[in-house]
């Protein structure tokens, strides 16, 4: 498979526990994003990673939100004390330097706070 | 700010019949606009990109659409709806490095 994969697909966590979503882009591809989808909404850009650097972040990631992709290949979310309001679908993108060749989503890692 | 409105949250066709889905854009300066599609549990499928070539994009499945700029709309258009068809469709603009989404066009078809 030579998509984008995520990881887990669900994830069902309890009220002020963290969690951390994986996504592995394609191997060519030196950019890579986060999408936060909610139910019967479009997805909102989260942050933007370039190689290792992450160079934007959107205002929608507050402080427990976390994001990391260390070695420029795969990335990591990490949300902490989690609330019931972070139940969404969590969206990773990647793409080449170049707006020509679109960007390719994964399937995503539905997260449900109880 | 770029911004996008899908003037539509649901469309119904009949089988074999065409489809019209609805954008209008907002963008200070020549856009780069897409459509998404997203099947019932799937992720996010690239149908067709406007990128300041051709104004008529060619997408995948039999998908095209126009983009106006006197109108600054980006409708996306089909002569034949197949029962596949069915999902949720997303006019994108992008933005800097980021993508703004619209608000999404559920599209039904019926036999």
């Known amino acids: 498979d030579t998509g984008v994969s995520q990881d887990p697909r669900h994830k069902i966590t309890k009220r002020g526990q963290n969690v951390t979503f994986r996504c592995d882009p394609i191997?060519?591809?030196?950019?890579l994003y986060w999408y936060r989808q909610t139910l019967g909404q479009g997805p909102e850009f989260l942050t933007y990673f370039q190689n290792e650097a992450q160079l934007e972040k959107s205002r929608l990631l507050s402080d427990r939100f976390s994001a990391e992709r260390p070695k420029g290949s795969f990335s990591t979310l990490e949300i902490q004390r989690t609330e019931q309001g972070d139940s969404a679908m969590y969206l990773c993108?990647?793409?080449?330097?170049?707006?020509?060749?679109?960007?390719?989503f994964g399937s995503g890692t539905r997260l449900t706070v109880v | 700010a770029q911004s996008v409105t899908q003037l539509d949250s649901h469309v119904s066709v009949s089988e074999g019949t065409p489809v019209l889905l609805r954008c209008n854009y907002s963008s200070s300066y020549s856009p780069s606009l897409f459509w998404y599609v997203q099947h019932p549990n799937k992720g996010l499928q690239l149908l067709l990109k406007y990128t300041s070539a051709a104004t008529l994009v060619k997408g995948i499945n039999g998908f095209e659409a126009e983009f106006k700029k006197s109108e600054t709309s980006f409708h996306l258009t089909k002569p034949s709806a197949h029962m596949s068809d069915a999902a949720e469709y997303f006019c994108v603009v992008e933005y800097g490095n980021k993508l703004v989404f619209g608000a999404g066009t559920i599209l039904r078809v019926k036999s």
């Open positions: 191997s060519e591809h030196n950019r």
């Open positions: 993108a990647s793409s080449l330097p170049t707006r020509y060749y679109g960007y390719t």
